[in-house]
């Protein structure tokens, strides 16, 4: 079993020494990754739901540093922590650019990348940034997968597509992990998982949707159909990993992520999260994404230390 936590992009732990010494101190208490979300900038007036609140209001706040700069830098903060883009909004940004930063940060951190992608939900930041159309977007981050992985792997390329397209170039060099980074698809809606099964390495889904909770019905009832779509793309389901983005279980949160109700997976004891974690074992997954974000660097620190003793317990699933 494996263990990963979202580093913040944006507020007082989000600074060079901060992220530094959360990921430094990760490596030390076992964790196996660091996840960093995707936006780069929040337009004042947003009309687009967020899908991860009950109220589907998204809760922002500050100055927002940008994902593929933290993955960079964290690359040369650590020795063996693997860095994850959690997921990155693959149509805001140009395809031969980003598989060039991408490619480069694998060789930087001696391939250590994992390339978990996305789509968007926020229309606003998507016309800010002079991105594709949002209404195809799906489309596009389906084409933009293919040119990431054609720059990847072969040289020299060209490619003629829909949304884009370019004569012979070299990318190089090219990642340290063959064929490639591992790609994780992001969501558990069927264009989700459709595109996980035709191009993902893992499937990383979201707990706290609470349209699509993904408790174990909800998410057994995805993993069923995931299995399904890739087996009809003539690919082994087993190989394609299952990283679990755990519900946000913060009390102060709780008024955004979760519905009034029974217990929240995840929350509670240190025995009832051993008991989930154990539960979604057995269902596939391979490895849990916490949330030990917090307003102070110290709170943060005291959070992961504390479910570091739940890593030593629970590595043998």
Known sequence: MRYGFYLPTRGKTCTPDALSTLARQAEDWGFSS??????????????SQYPYTAGGVFPRGGPTMELLSIIAFLA???????????VLIVPQRNPVVTAKVLATVDVLSKGRLTVGI????????????GSRDFDRRGTVTDEYLRIFKLLWTGEPVSFSGN???????LCQPQPVQKPHPPI?????SKPALRRAARFGDGWHPVGANPGVPLRPPEFCQ???TLFR????EGRDPNAITISYKVPVSDPALRDYYVKEGERQPFAGSQEQIIDDIATFARLGVKEFIFDFRGNELEESLEKME????????????
């Open 34 to 47: 660091a996840v960093i979300g995707d936006h780069v900038v929040f337009p004042v007036t947003v009309k």
């Open 76 to 86: 040369g903060q650590t020795s063996t922590l693997r860095l994850a883009t959690s």
């Open 118 to 129: 996305g789509v968007g939900w926020l229309r606003e930041e998507f016309e800010a940034l």
């Open 163 to 169: 949304h884009y397209s370019f004569d012979e170039i």
């Open 184 to 188: 994780w698809v992001g969501g558990s």
């Open 222 to 224: 995805s993993r069923d």
């Open 229 to 232: 779509l890739a087996e009809a």
């Open 306 to 317: 504390q479910f570091s003793s739940i890593i030593g317990q629970t590595t043998d699933l």
